[in-house]
């Protein structure tokens, strides 16, 4: 094989697999379905928390709560609620979603400082 | 010729490599999904859940917008359907009572399920007195300072009345139950109780929003004794509830479906 002949085939190559990536990345990516919670993007996490949270102050039942927060994917839930609550705090979210979310943590014993105004 | 040949394969081969390297080794990030890309399962604990911070909150917009979120058509009878599967399979009646209020507020058909009445024959059941009205059980935070709107609006039920359906198109006996708010406005997600001699069964109202939000029923058996009631108050309860005969055409007879009313104080 020449030497002008390999780089044909280098080229060939090279153009072969850059159409390929560009086919799967940009034209038809991989379509995921039958997706996990825990894949779900932080802002709806987010707003699956304050769902959770806003149940668990009707029927106070922590197990149940726990157990949603550990299907969306946390190891540790007190941590979660903490964080989307401040994040919501500092998103100046309606007082009353903080007042329900902030009941969650204090269950779970995970109050912080910026969640003193909002303890009952 | 020959290198032509080898150019295309190599082209084929890069192809491939490109295809399974972004498909197969390294795909399209795996996170930050979406609520419509979940699995039906979760699908459904993510609208048990709508279900249950919307019987807290009462917020019906942000509910319809969790739900679009689903990328999917939730309609009220869909959700209905969903409750009646939550029914079925035992779980606890807030979830139950929780998505027929989702189901409710998502719209249905008609109020009035039942078709032109004939003429009431004379009732050989008495109705129990009602001792004492309680207060149905409503969601209420007990460390927050507000109360959350529930779906059901507050109030006793009481005993309205119950007449016989005459109707030769039903295909088999019922007990229709409805529940009515004090305006009349239907009321979806109340828990029914029946029971009879060895045995006992319940059901919710709202559950098949094209026959009504305050609609629920019962199919009965011939020679059974039914007591019916809410399971907010079960003393007050309308015993006797068997399958009666009504006249039909050329002296032939047919059995009459009950219809049960209880409405809020």
Same mark, same amino acid.
């Given at each position: 094989?020449?030497? &002008?002949?390999?780089?044909? &085939?280098?080229?060939?190559?090279?153009?072969? *697999?850059?159409?390929? %990536?560009?086919?799967?990345?940009?034209?038809?990516?991989?379509?995921?379905?039958?997706?996990? %919670?825990?894949?779900?993007?932080?802002?709806?996490?987010?707003?699956?928390?304050?769902?959770?949270?806003?149940?668990?102050? *009707?029927?106070?039942? #922590? *197990?149940?709560?726990?157990?949603? #927060?550990?299907? #969306?994917?946390?190891?540790?839930?007190?941590?979660?609620?903490?964080?989307?609550?401040?994040?919501?705090?500092?998103?100046?979210?309606?007082?009353?979603?903080?007042?329900?979310?902030?009941?969650?943590?204090?269950? %779970?014993?995970?109050?912080?400082?910026?969640?003193?105004?909002? #303890?009952? | 010729?020959?290198?032509? =040949?080898?150019?295309?394969?190599?082209?084929?081969?890069?192809?491939?490599?490109?295809?399974?390297?972004?498909?197969?080794?390294? /795909?399209?990030?795996?996170?930050?999904?979406?609520?419509?890309?979940?699995?039906? @399962?979760?699908?459904?604990?993510?609208?048990?859940?709508?279900?249950?911070?919307?019987? !807290?909150?009462?917020?019906?917009?942000?509910?319809?917008?969790?739900?679009?979120?689903?990328?999917?058509?939730?309609?009220?009878?869909? =959700?209905?359907?969903?409750?009646?599967?939550?029914?079925?399979?035992?779980?606890?009646?807030?979830?139950?009572?929780?998505?027929?209020?989702?189901?409710? !507020?998502?719209?249905?058909?008609?109020?009035? +399920?039942?078709?032109?009445?004939?003429?009431?024959?004379? /009732?050989?059941?008495?109705?129990?007195?009602?001792?004492?009205?309680?207060?149905?059980?409503?969601?209420?935070?007990?460390?927050? +300072?507000?109360? /959350?709107?529930?779906?059901?609006?507050?109030?006793?039920?009481? $005993?309205?009345?119950?007449?016989?359906?005459?109707?030769?198109?039903?295909?088999?006996?019922? =007990?229709? !139950?409805?529940?009515?708010?004090?305006?009349?406005?239907?009321?979806?997600?109340?828990?029914?109780?029946?029971?009879?001699?060895?045995?006992?069964?319940? $059901?919710?109202?709202?559950?098949?929003? @094209?026959?009504?939000?305050?609609?629920?029923? $019962?199919?009965?058996?011939?020679?059974?004794?039914?007591?019916?009631?809410?399971?907010?108050?079960?003393?007050?309860?309308?015993?006797?509830?068997?399958?009666?005969?009504?006249?039909?055409? @050329?002296?032939?007879?047919?059995?009459?479906?009950?219809?049960?009313?209880?409405?809020?104080?």
């Amino acid at each position: 094989m020449s030497r &002008l002949s390999a780089i044909v &085939l280098l080229v060939c190559l090279v153009a072969g *697999a850059a159409f390929g %990536l560009y086919y799967g990345y940009a034209v038809s990516p991989v379509q995921y379905t039958n997706t996990d %919670l825990a894949s779900l993007r932080q802002a709806d996490k987010d707003d699956y928390i304050l769902m959770t949270a806003s149940i668990f102050t *009707a029927d106070n039942d #922590l *197990a149940a709560a726990r157990e949603r #927060l550990t299907n #969306l994917g946390f190891k540790n839930g007190g941590a979660a609620v903490a964080e989307t609550t401040e994040r919501y705090i500092k998103a100046d979210q309606p007082q009353a979603d903080l007042r329900r979310l902030v009941f969650l943590a204090i269950a %779970l014993k995970t109050v912080t400082p910026a969640m003193q105004p909002y #303890l009952p | 010729m020959k290198l032509a =040949i080898w150019s295309v394969l190599s082209l084929l081969v890069g192809l491939g490599l490109g295809l399974g390297y972004a498909w197969g080794i390294n /795909p399209a990030a795996y996170k930050d999904t979406s609520p419509a890309s979940l699995s039906a @399962e979760h699908k459904a604990a993510y609208v048990r859940l709508v279900a249950g911070a919307l019987a !807290v909150d009462g917020n019906v917009e942000r509910a319809k917008a969790r739900l679009a979120r689903l990328g999917e058509a939730n309609s009220g009878a869909r =959700i209905a359907a969903l409750a009646q599967q939550a029914a079925a399979s035992g779980e606890s009646a807030q979830t139950v009572r929780a998505l027929a209020g989702l189901a409710s !507020v998502l719209g249905a058909g008609p109020m009035t +399920p039942t078709p032109a009445a004939s003429p009431t024959t004379t /009732p050989t059941v008495t109705q129990t007195p009602t001792p004492t009205l309680t207060p149905r059980p409503s969601v209420t935070p007990y460390l927050l +300072p507000t109360h /959350p709107p529930t779906l059901t609006p507050p109030g006793a039920f009481g $005993f309205s009345g119950k007449r016989l359906i005459c109707d030769p198109n039903f295909k088999q006996p019922l =007990i229709q !139950v409805l529940t009515l708010s004090a305006t009349g406005e239907p009321v979806a997600g109340v828990e029914v109780l029946v029971s009879w001699a060895g045995g006992s069964d319940h $059901f919710f109202t709202g559950l098949k929003p @094209e026959l009504g939000l305050g609609y629920g029923d $019962f199919a009965m058996k011939p020679e059974v004794d039914y007591t019916v009631a809410l399971a907010s108050n079960p003393s007050m309860a309308v015993v006797g509830l068997t399958i009666e005969t009504c006249p039909g055409s @050329e002296g032939q007879t047919f059995a009459g479906t009950w219809q049960v009313v209880f409405s809020q104080q």
